[in-house]
């Protein structure tokens, strides 16, 4: 049989441990001698207080327990990503059952989260290319002024398809104006 391997712990009405496997003792942290009896949620919140995973000021930290305990007792946590002080990332929710426990599970999406950060920065560095590339695009295209100049009638409509375009257009003049060179590309 297969291990799951996302947290799962079972707390009673009184958020007393009732069960919790090892995927959650291992993703928190949690030693055997805090195991061996049953922690409430305070306990397992505040095991690791000191140790730099909850990214929460020390004057602070008891708020922050009542509020995680109280969510949880009220099963409102709607999956949510839970992001610790040290950079892992957990897709938390929490559950009231019938009987009145709570369900909590905590799924590590951090490798997920690290491929949205990759796929954020890849988005970024090619967004900046294209737009780098529609300027110089821009730039090469004649000014207005010379059609006018040149044409009493006369318009121009380019409008590309996307940030850079694939068709252009390019006009000048030479010598006293008597020599105009047009064209246009796709």
């Known amino acids: 049989m297969a291990a799951i391997d996302y947290g799962v712990v079972f707390m009673d009405e009184d958020m007393l441990a009732r069960l919790i496997n090892r995927a959650f003792q291992d993703m928190w942290n949690i030693p055997d001698e805090v195991m061996a009896g049953r922690p409430t949620m305070q306990d397992l919140i505040r095991v690791n207080r000191h140790a730099g ?3 929460v000021a020390e004057e ?8 995680r305990t109280a969510a949880a007792r009220q099963g409102t946590e709607h999956p949510a990503e839970l992001t610790r002080a040290d950079g892992k990332t957990f897709l938390y929710e ?19 989260k690290e491929k949205e950060r990759e796929l954020v920065d890849a988005f970024e560095v090619i ?4 737009n780098y590339a529609s300027r ?36 000048n003049t030479w010598g006293d104006g008597a020599l105009i060179g047009f064209a246009v590309a796709g």
């Open 127 to 130: 967004s900046t290319s294209i």
């Open 53 to 55: 995973i909850y990214d």
């Open 60 to 67: 602070d930290f008891d708020d922050y327990v009542e509020q």
């Open 94 to 112: 929490s559950l009231t059952l019938p009987d009145g426990e709570v369900m909590l599970t905590y799924f590590d999406i951090s490798e997920l």
């Open 136 to 171: 110089i695009q821009r730039s090469i295209l004649p000014n207005p002024q010379i059609f006018a100049g040149l044409f009493s009638d006369h318009f121009i409509h380019w409008e590309p398809r996307d940030v850079v375009g694939g068709d252009i257009y390019w006009c």
